[in-house]
């Protein structure tokens, strides 16, 4: 059993996606459990000898700041709090995204800020490490003050309330905690605060997104790449000379990776080529290259972000000191996923012009990519289905970060809208997914017109791995599974980009 344990120290992408996928299991470090235990000592101390008001702590909470509770109720405050926000609505967040957001709150609560209890960390990592995960909704959080309505169902269960989902199936936690042998968890003061407060939602569908969106950035080199060759196209546009006197690092990581694809290739070089090609391939590396740009500068935010400790009052044992601030304002993570679902958006818009422009009947393809067109239909709707997806990515890509409405009572009177954001960004990437399978469904036929056999190698070999999923069409048939095949394919399969050229 692999396991990584979670201490103050940073954590990438990289090792969130090895957590993830190799299964790993998290234990507490001696450091984050010194940590934890030392803020709650201190905020223990402090509520024993100190009587002036600490928000959240010793008050109600939002516009009822400046209620004061009494020492005997603040475990009711806190458990009241959880219960009263657990307002989520919508469908049901996605299990890995709810994996992701119990990861990134253990992390965060590993600082010793928050003031929680060593139990009640350990009881989430309890969580994770057995699948038992929060029943969570999309819809509820306003991405300030915290995601309050996610993060609430999040925690639901460590009080044995709310729902998980345990071997697939949705269980009261009730009854999972009893089969676990575990008593709900009493919430001491600031607990539920820590709980609630936070960017966890918003950051875990960032993580999720980001990771996709790296691996589709890949992959729209692969698919265009299979369209050029298809439309008998240019390499010039790709040439080095370009990219460096317009240097983004983005088109010229773009250039590169097109000169290695296309390496060993016959038809990139053949004779009898237009002048020029249209933009949706001539200006490849430019618009590819910003993609990957944008994709760089949200990782930027979103490391940071999940580095970070968001919950708020924020406790600073060694300096006394208890401070009410705006770090679970969500606006660095709305701002950046605005930004990737604009960019996510044009990387599915210049993929669907170049299927358009494959099926058009032009340089020498027949018409829809099929023998005798008309009888056939060929891969017409294929083309459609890609417009009808990008044209909703247009409508998704309004920025959510824009709006703002006024909550409790006024005293919230600005917020990110960072989880529409958020939810929005993600079907803009599965979206984007759809649209890449589907041009690489039309550039596999199309380039069959020309004879795999001559484009590059690397080239050829993911052909020929994708036809053991995905036919040739030569007559008409029913096709959506081959779209969702085609899906899939870019779902699973594994590659190296070849490396004939380096920086």
């Known amino acids: ?141 306003l991405g300030a003050s915290g995601d309050l309505a996610p993060l609430a169902h999040l925690s639901l269960p460590l009080l044995g309330l709310g729902e998980m989902r345990m071997e697939g199936k949705i269980t009261s936690s009730k009854k999972v905690l009893k089969k676990f042998g575990r008593s709900p968890i009493t919430l001491l003061s600031k607990e539920g605060l820590a709980l609630l407060n936070g960017t966890q939602f918003m950051s875990a569908h960032g993580v999720y997104i980001l990771l996709k969106a790296q691996k589709l950035a890949r992959m729209a080199d692969i ?60 200006c490849i590396p430019q618009v590819h290259g910003a993609v990957k740009d944008t994709i760089n500068y949200v990782s930027s935010v979103l490391l940071t972000e999940i580095n970070a400790v968001t919950d708020n009052p924020t406790i600073f044992p060694d300096e006394d000191l208890v401070l009410s601030g705006g770090n679970f304002h969500g606006e660095p993570l709305a701002f950046a996923l605005d ?27 027949p018409e829809f990519l099929v023998a005798r067109p008309g009888l056939n239909s060929g891969f017409m709707i294929p083309q459609y289905t890609a417009a009808s997806i990008v044209s909703q990515n247009k409508q ?55 004879g795999t056999d001559l484009t590059s190698p690397f080239l050829n070999a993911l052909l020929s791995e994708y036809r053991g999923v995905v036919p040739f069409i030569k007559d008409d048939q029913v096709m959506y599974p081959h779209l969702a095949a085609s899906s899939d394919f870019i779902d699973l399969v594994t590659f190296d980009f070849p490396e004939t050229e380096t920086e």
């Open 1 to 141: 059993m692999k396991t990584f344990s979670i201490s103050s120290q940073p954590i990438d992408f990289s090792v969130i996606e090895k957590i993830i996928t190799q299964d790993m299991k998290l234990v507490l470090s001696g450091e984050a459990r010194q940590k934890i235990q030392h803020c709650r000592n201190y905020l223990d101390d402090k509520l024993t000898n100190h009587s002036d008001p600490i928000y959240g702590i010793t008050t109600g909470f939002g516009s009822l700041c400046n209620i004061n509770v009494p020492a005997d109720d603040l475990t009711r405050l806190q458990e009241n709090l959880v219960m009263s926000h657990a307002c989520g609505t919508g469908a049901e967040v996605d299990s890995q995204i709810v994996k992701l957001m119990l990861l990134l709150k253990i992390h965060a609560l590993s600082f010793g800020n928050s003031g929680v209890q060593v139990q009640t960390v350990e009881r989430l990592i309890e969580f994770f490490n057995h699948d038992l995960l929060p029943v969570v909704y999309e819809q509820g959080s």
């Open 223 to 282: 698919t265009g790449a299979l369209s050029l060759e298809a439309y008998n196209g240019r390499i010039d546009p790709f040439m080095a000379q370009l990219h460096t006197i317009r240097p983004h690092q983005g088109q010229i990581q773009t250039a590169r990776n097109f000169r290695n694809l296309l390496h060993g290739s016959q038809l990139i070089d053949s004779p009898g080529k237009k002048v020029q090609d249209p933009y949706s391939f001539r």
């Open 339 to 365: 930004f990737l679902a604009i960019a996510l958006a044009e990387q599915g818009n210049i993929s669907e012009r170049r299927v358009y422009r494959l099926i058009s009947g032009q340089r020498g393809l």
């Open 396 to 450: 998704l890509a309004t920025p959510c970060s824009v709006d703002s409405i006024t909550s409790s009572n006024e005293q919230e009177d600005h917020v990110s809208m960072g989880a529409n954001a958020a939810t929005k960004t993600m079907r803009v990437v599965k979206n984007l997914q759809q649209i890449l399978a589907i041009e690489l469904f039309a550039a596999a036929q199309a380039l069959e017109f020309r």
